[in-house]
């Protein structure tokens, strides 16, 4: 059965590594044995042979000085030859040098013979003696010429079958070699390549794309591990929410201020017009009462509107895109902040009524609202906050060069879009600084004066509606952001 863990997969691979060491050794083991016989044997010609010079040698000390040591010794030697060759002439019955063992086994009996034969001849009977010499050196060259061609023969057969031997090894090895990489390759693919995939994602996570890691794995171990990751991610996206939700009720207590004065105008002139009407109660005049009363209702209109955005802005509902008037998207929301523009800050709004986007109301006014704000607290004495927008339309020129560069998010560059540019006259940013503002948790502000949260959430909300931001700023001169969405029509 196929293993569907990693575990079982590295022990399998482990345990054909095994077998295939044992398998190499095996094989070298016996490769060794019968080089090892092969050399034994060739020692055993070449002694043979060694053996029958000797003898050689002192047949010819014989025939010269005809001393008994020599004829002793010669014997002696034929006796070593004839022992060697009857000790191993059955063990290499099945080798090709056999039958020349066999006739030098009889070529050395009938040597012996000779000799023997020769040292009992009278030295007065030279005829007998010269013709058995002549036979003794026939037989003797013959027995020198077949010991020396087995050890030749033996020694190119130990010759060949090293290099045989040899070839094989580095066969073994190399089929070993190659079978192990083409195995760690299989092996790789299986086990690192979701590693590596869910590297990847880890990546991705880091830059704050919480998206679900898919792996298209079966081993236990990768699925356990995506599993886990895809619940922490669940719980990272639960927990964003909640830190979401939460800064936006921390702009909210700032916001109530801004709401508070704008509904104190509409609660004065209803305040004003029943205390006329009570005035002038008695009288007659209809056309007055009836004018005062249109007041208090268009206020009461007015104060439940500014109610019902507030509500709208700090309830968690789900998101869901509409068709939204940008113009009137931005006075509602300037509406929320209009108690905190601080004395010689003015907002300049220019938005053409015509501009429309696809996009969440809640979300777009919490995104506008950071970015206002920001560009307000830049702002040391006087100065202008300037908001604008234009359609971007495809045959048009590309990004404009001051944000070449510096957007996060993909640019709808295929699409024709809206362009929001939301630009102060404020301090400006650090060029330093200015790589990190859209990083959660990044703030020059003082401790418990900010959160870091702020550029980070309008980042990812523009991100959420498919569209991308940049920046360009200047220290001294004031920063400008530029939003970029898919136009919808």
Same mark, same amino acid.
């Given at each position: 059965?196929? /293993?569907?863990?990693?575990?079982?997969?590295?022990?399998?691979?482990?345990? &054909?590594?095994?077998? *295939?060491?044992?398998?190499?050794?095996?094989?070298?083991?016996?490769?060794?044995?019968?080089?090892?016989? %092969?050399?034994?044997?060739?020692?055993?010609?070449?002694?043979?042979?060694?053996?029958?010079?000797?003898?050689?040698?002192?047949?010819?000390?014989?025939?010269?000085?005809?001393?008994?040591?020599?004829?002793?010794?010669?014997?002696?030697?034929? %006796?070593?030859?004839?022992?060697?060759?009857?000790?191993?002439?059955?063990?290499?019955?099945?080798?090709?040098?056999?039958?020349?063992? *066999?006739?030098?086994?009889?070529?050395?009996?009938?040597?012996?013979?000779?000799?023997?034969?020769?040292?009992?001849?009278?030295?007065?009977?030279?005829?007998?003696?010269?013709?058995?010499?002549? =036979? !003794?050196?026939?037989? #003797?060259?013959?027995?020198?010429?077949?010991?020396?061609?087995?050890?030749?023969?033996?020694?190119?057969?130990?010759?060949?079958?090293?290099? !045989?031997?040899?070839?094989?090894?580095?066969?073994?090895?190399?089929?070993?070699?190659?079978?192990?990489?083409?195995?760690?390759?299989?092996?790789?693919?299986?086990?690192?390549?979701? $590693?590596?995939?869910?590297?990847?994602?880890?990546?991705? &996570?880091?830059?704050?794309?919480?998206?679900?890691?898919?792996?298209?794995?079966?081993?236990? +171990? &990768?699925?356990?591990?995506?599993?886990?990751?895809?619940?922490?991610?669940?719980?990272?996206?639960?927990?964003?929410?909640?830190?979401?939700?939460?800064?936006?009720? =921390?702009?909210?207590?700032?916001?109530?201020? #801004?709401?508070?004065?704008?509904?104190?105008? /509409?609660?004065?002139?209803?305040?004003?017009?029943?205390?006329?009407?009570?005035?002038?109660?008695? %009288?007659?005049?209809? =056309?007055?009462?009836?004018?005062?009363?249109?007041?208090?209702?268009?206020?009461? +209109?007015?104060?439940?509107?500014?109610?019902?955005?507030?509500?709208?802005?700090?309830?968690?509902?789900?998101?869901? %895109?509409?068709?939204?008037? $940008?113009?009137?998207? $931005?006075?509602?929301?300037?509406?929320?902040?209009?108690?905190?523009?601080?004395?010689?800050?003015?907002? !300049?709004?220019?938005?053409?009524?015509?501009?429309?986007?696809?996009? #969440?109301?809640?979300?777009?006014?919490?995104?506008?609202?950071?970015?206002?704000?920001?560009?307000?607290?830049?702002?040391?004495?006087?100065?202008?906050?300037?908001?604008?927008?234009?359609?971007?339309?495809?045959?048009?020129?590309?990004?404009?060069?001051?944000?070449?560069?510096?957007?996060?998010?993909?640019?709808?560059?295929?699409?024709?879009? !809206?362009?929001?540019?939301?630009?102060?006259?404020?301090?400006?940013? /650090?060029?330093?600084?200015? /790589?990190?503002?859209?990083?959660?948790?990044?703030?020059?502000?003082?401790?418990?004066?900010?959160?870091?949260?702020?550029?980070?959430?309008?980042?990812?909300?523009?991100?959420?509606?498919?569209?991308?931001?940049?920046?360009?700023?200047?220290?001294?001169?004031?920063?400008?952001?530029?939003?970029?969405?898919?136009?919808?029509?």
């Amino acid at each position: 059965m196929y /293993p569907s863990s990693i575990r079982q997969k590295i022990i399998l691979g482990y345990y &054909i590594g095994i077998v *295939g060491i044992f398998g190499l050794s095996i094989f070298a083991f016996f490769t060794l044995g019968f080089m090892e016989k %092969k050399i034994m044997f060739w020692e055993v010609t070449s002694e043979l042979f060694d053996t029958t010079l000797e003898m050689r040698r002192f047949e010819k000390n014989f025939f010269l000085y005809r001393q008994d040591a020599d004829f002793g010794e010669n014997i002696r030697y034929l %006796k070593r030859a004839e022992d060697i060759l009857e000790d191993n002439i059955e063990k290499y019955r099945n080798l090709e040098v056999h039958e020349q063992l *066999g006739a030098l086994k009889s070529d050395l009996g009938r040597y012996g013979e000779l000799m023997k034969k020769f040292s009992a001849t009278s030295r007065q009977d030279v005829t007998e003696t010269q013709l058995l010499e002549q =036979a !003794v050196r026939e037989k #003797g060259k013959q027995i020198v010429n077949t010991a020396e061609d087995v050890s030749k023969i033996e020694w190119r057969k130990l010759q060949q079958y090293l290099n !045989v031997a040899r070839r094989n090894l580095i066969i073994a090895i190399s089929f070993l070699s190659l079978g192990g990489i083409v195995f760690g390759q299989i092996l790789s693919r299986i086990v690192v390549r979701p $590693l590596k995939s869910l590297e990847e994602r880890m990546k991705l &996570i880091a830059e704050g794309r919480l998206e679900k890691v898919l792996i298209n794995s079966k081993d236990r +171990e &990768i699925v356990s591990l995506t599993n886990a990751f895809n619940k922490m991610l669940k719980e990272l996206e639960l927990r964003q929410k909640h830190l979401v939700q939460r800064e936006k009720l =921390a702009s909210l207590g700032t916001l109530l201020s #801004g709401v508070a004065h704008e509904l104190n105008n /509409p609660l004065s002139n209803i305040s004003s017009s029943c205390q006329i009407l009570l005035e002038e109660f008695d %009288k007659d005049d209809t =056309a007055h009462k009836k004018e005062l009363l249109s007041q208090i209702d268009n206020q009461t +209109e007015r104060a439940r509107n500014i109610v019902r955005s507030l509500l709208e802005f700090s309830r968690e509902e789900i998101f869901k %895109k509409e068709i939204l008037p $940008l113009k009137n998207l $931005l006075d509602d929301t300037i509406v929320f902040i209009r108690g905190e523009i601080p004395a010689g800050v003015e907002i !300049v709004l220019d938005v053409h009524a015509d501009i429309f986007i696809f996009a #969440g109301k809640q979300r777009m006014q919490q995104m506008f609202l950071n970015l206002i704000k920001n560009a307000m607290e830049s702002i040391t004495g006087e100065g202008n906050v300037y908001i604008r927008a234009r359609k971007h339309l495809l045959s048009e020129e590309t990004i404009c060069e001051r944000y070449r560069g510096k957007c996060t998010g993909e640019c709808p560059v295929d699409k024709d879009t !809206v362009d929001i540019e939301i630009e102060d006259t404020g301090a400006g940013i /650090p060029p330093d600084v200015l /790589p990190n503002i859209f990083d959660p948790f990044f703030t020059t502000k003082d401790m418990g004066r900010g959160s870091g949260l702020g550029l980070y959430i309008v980042q990812e909300i523009v991100e959420e509606h498919g569209g991308c931001i940049g920046v360009d700023s200047e220290p001294g001169v004031g920063s400008c952001f530029l939003i970029r969405l898919p136009l919808e029509e």
